[in-house]
């Protein structure tokens, strides 16, 4: 009977396809549009992601993220170092400032300048050239996005731009996730940032940490914060405190939620509506054989065989569109860094599934309650 | 004299039309007897497709009791009806409900599929009764490349291929000219007329009344006349 069902389903190949196209459009839907949101709100996130080596950032209590922090005197260093289970401590400076162009363009830009000795804070790769260039004088790294936003056309290698009265010459690209605003960022040794960054007595943003046990960086945090009257955060924290930052400061939750939710509520409709059509198509057909001596468990069998089939089918291309969008669009920097979590492939394949069974039991109920009979007439 | 292989007992039917009642059928007695061919005759309307429709099982009586070869149907489970009906009844109504995507032989294989067979060998089985019927050709074809009467072959092919005990036909002749009409009902006595075997027949075509063993006549939801011969008012 199966077998029936599934030719049931395949007879019709312009239906069929369309089913399948319907369920596998929605899929792409739920599962884009969810993974974007996720992604977009991670950017909150990309300072801490880019720094992968600190295990916690210690900071003024009254700093928020990686972009909202403000200074503390260089001693705060000192004072980290001296915690127990500190295996080393850095200073990490972060902060704006406008840069001009060789042509007499003025950009905002993020100078983050990272521990002179050991480089930490740089992002983990380089897109061109290597971190060491940092050593020759005036040298900054550009990271990606900065490049196809300032330099589009063009490589930024050896290009000089004037910070601060300052001259500084792109030596090397980075390569990072860009921030939530995609500003550029350029990445100097920190006693060049402090000329860069023009400023007050205070500069040091972070101190970043290294833990002699990374799996205990939570208690070593505590215990920084305790000892040094300054505030700490795990990566994890630190993490979710640049997303939660964009969540409040932002409308993209509720501006970009409500277009995830109706494209949720539109996949899903368009999921239920073909799938409960082709059962309505086929009604008489279920109404005959049960007339003819198939039970209803059977026909219900019958009917998740075939919304078992068509649902995998619709939803893996629909996940495989996703995949293909994503990295289609990658080497774009509005997407760089996008991945698909793997929440989301579920939820959309939950909510495939739920939708097929529920309109596929309402649309079977009729067959499965009124006296065959009804099927002659 | 053995049991009837029907037997219906006071069979009452209403319909609910808008506000009103209608009663289709009034207090049906009947024994229908294994090894003939029984006609069912009557003007359209007056209920003769509701009442083997609660003979073989796919339509519930308002009130009274319906036996088939013994086993009071009604009282069954939905799903022991449901298997009583795939055990022991084929049925051809006017509309045939074939499954368009799937060839005349996997149609006409549908009950012994359903009962569990083989594919293969359902399949088989079903194609030698479409050689019986004339249309053992035709078997790889689906039902729109058919045409109606060969369609009609199917429905029957589908209706005796598990070897019913009982079966019932809504009809047979009514969209057939006489010759065809004729041969449908030779292969229907041949295949469907047996001791312990029980053949109703639905029908207003007088063309065929000779065929028949025995002729019930309903009028109005009422049995008035049971005999060998169509009365002679008629
Ligand atoms: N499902 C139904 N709902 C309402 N009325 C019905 C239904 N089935 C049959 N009827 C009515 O019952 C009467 C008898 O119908 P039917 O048994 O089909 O007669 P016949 O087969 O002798 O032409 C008709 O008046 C018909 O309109
Ligand atoms: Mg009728």
């Known amino acids: 009977m199966i077998w029936i069902a599934i030719r049931m389903l395949t007879g019709d190949a312009q239906k069929f396809f369309g089913l399948v196209f319907g369920i596998a459009f929605s899929t792409l839907l739920i599962t884009q549009q969810l993974t974007i949101f996720v992604n977009l709100l991670e950017r909150g996130a990309s300072g801490v992601y880019n720094v992968s080596s600190a295990d916690i950032w210690v900071m003024d209590p009254v700093s928020r993220t990686t972009d909202v922090a403000y200074a503390m005197p260089s001693t705060a260093l000192d004072k980290v170092r001296g915690v127990p289970g500190v295996e080393w401590a850095v200073p990490h400076i972060r902060a704006n400032a406008s840069v001009r162009t060789k042509d007499g363009d003025l950009e905002g830009v993020a100078v983050i300048g990272v521990d002179d000795a050991t480089l930490i804070g740089l992002p983990k790769n380089m897109v061109e050239g290597s971190a060491d260039v940092l050593s020759r004088p005036d040298s900054v790294i550009i990271d990606d996005v900065g490049t196809t936003r300032m330099f589009p056309d063009q490589s930024p290698i050896g290009e000089r731009l004037e910070l601060n009265d300052q001259r500084a010459v792109i030596r090397g690209i980075a390569d990072a996730i860009p921030s939530f605003t995609s500003t550029v960022v350029l990445y100097t040794k920190y006693s060049n940032a402090l000329n860069y960054v023009?400023?007050?007595?205070?500069?040091?943003?972070?101190?970043?940490?290294?833990?002699?046990?990374?799996?205990?960086?939570?208690?070593?945090?505590?215990?920084?914060?305790?000892?040094?009257?300054?505030?700490?955060?795990?990566?994890?924290?630190?993490?979710?405190?640049?997303?939660?930052?964009?969540?409040?400061?932002?409308?993209?939750p509720l501006n970009f939620g409500i277009t995830v939710a109706l494209g949720f509520i539109v996949g899903v409709a368009i999921v239920g509506l073909t799938f409960s059509l082709f059962i309505r198509d086929n009604i008489k057909q279920f109404g005959a054989l049960k007339a003819i001596g198939v039970t209803n468990g059977k026909i219900r069998r019958m009917v998740a065989a075939q919304a078992g089939l068509v649902g995998l089918i619709g939803y893996g291309l629909g996940v495989l569109g996703t995949v293909g969008f994503i990295s289609a669009f990658s080497s774009d920097p509005t997407f760089k860094g996008f991945y698909i979590p793997w929440q989301i492939p579920i939820i959309s394949l939950v909510a495939v599934a739920l939708i097929l069974g529920l309109t596929g039991w309402l649309a079977l109920r009729s067959v499965l309650k009124t006296e065959p009979a009804a099927v002659f007439r | 004299m053995s049991a009837p292989a029907i037997c219906t007992r006071a069979v009452t039917r209403d319909f609910q039309a808008g506000q009103q009642t209608i009663t289709v059928l009034h207090g049906i007695d009947l024994d229908v007897k294994a090894g003939e061919m029984t006609f069912l005759v009557g003007e359209s309307g007056s209920g003769k497709t509701t009442l083997i429709s609660i003979m073989c099982g796919i339509l519930w009586?308002?009130?009274?009791?319906?036996?088939?070869?013994?086993?009071?149907?009604?009282?069954?489970?939905?799903?022991?009806?449901?298997?009583?009906?795939?055990?022991?009844?084929?049925?051809?109504?006017?509309?045939?409900?074939?499954?368009?995507?799937?060839?005349?032989?996997?149609?006409?294989?549908?009950?012994?599929?359903?009962?569990?067979?083989?594919?293969?060998?359902?399949?088989?089985?079903?194609?030698?009764?479409?050689?019986?019927?004339?249309?053992?050709?035709?078997?790889?074809?689906?039902?729109?490349?058919?045409?109606?009467?060969?369609?009609?072959?199917?429905?029957?092919?589908?209706?005796?291929?598990?070897?019913?005990?009982?079966?019932?036909?809504?009809?047979?002749?009514?969209?057939?000219?006489?010759?065809?009409?004729?041969?449908?009902?030779?292969?229907?006595?041949?295949?469907?007329?047996?001791?312990?075997?029980?053949?109703?027949?639905?029908?207003?075509?007088?063309?065929?009344?000779?065929?028949?063993?025995?002729?019930?006549?309903?009028?109005?939801?009422?049995v008035t006349h049971d005999g060998t011969e169509m009365p002679e008012d008629h």
């Open chain 1, 198 to 252: 023009p400023g007050t007595r205070n500069r040091l943003s972070f101190v970043l940490v290294g833990a002699e046990d990374p799996a205990a960086a939570k208690t070593l945090s505590e215990r920084i914060e305790r000892e040094t009257g300054l505030k700490a955060q795990t990566r994890e924290e630190f993490a979710r405190d640049g997303v939660q930052f964009i969540i409040d400061n932002t409308g993209i």
């Open chain 2, 61 to 222: 009586p308002t009130q009274g009791e319906v036996k088939v070869f013994g086993t009071d149907i009604y009282d069954l489970s939905d799903d022991e009806l449901v298997e009583f009906r795939l055990n022991n009844i084929g049925f051809i109504f006017q509309q045939y409900n074939l499954i368009p995507s799937i060839d005349a032989a996997s149609n006409a294989a549908v009950p012994l599929m359903a009962q569990g067979m083989d594919r293969e060998e359902a399949r088989m089985r079903a194609v030698a009764m479409l050689e019986k019927l004339n249309i053992g050709d035709q078997a790889a074809k689906l039902p729109n490349q058919l045409s109606g009467g060969q369609q009609q072959r199917v429905a029957i092919a589908r209706a005796l291929v598990h070897e019913p005990r009982l079966v019932v036909c809504d009809e047979p002749t009514a969209a057939l000219d006489a010759s065809s009409g004729r041969r449908v009902m030779d292969l229907l006595r041949e295949v469907a007329v047996a001791e312990n075997r029980a053949c109703i027949i639905v029908t207003h075509d007088n063309r065929i009344f000779d065929l028949a063993d025995r002729i019930l006549v309903l009028e109005d939801g009422v």
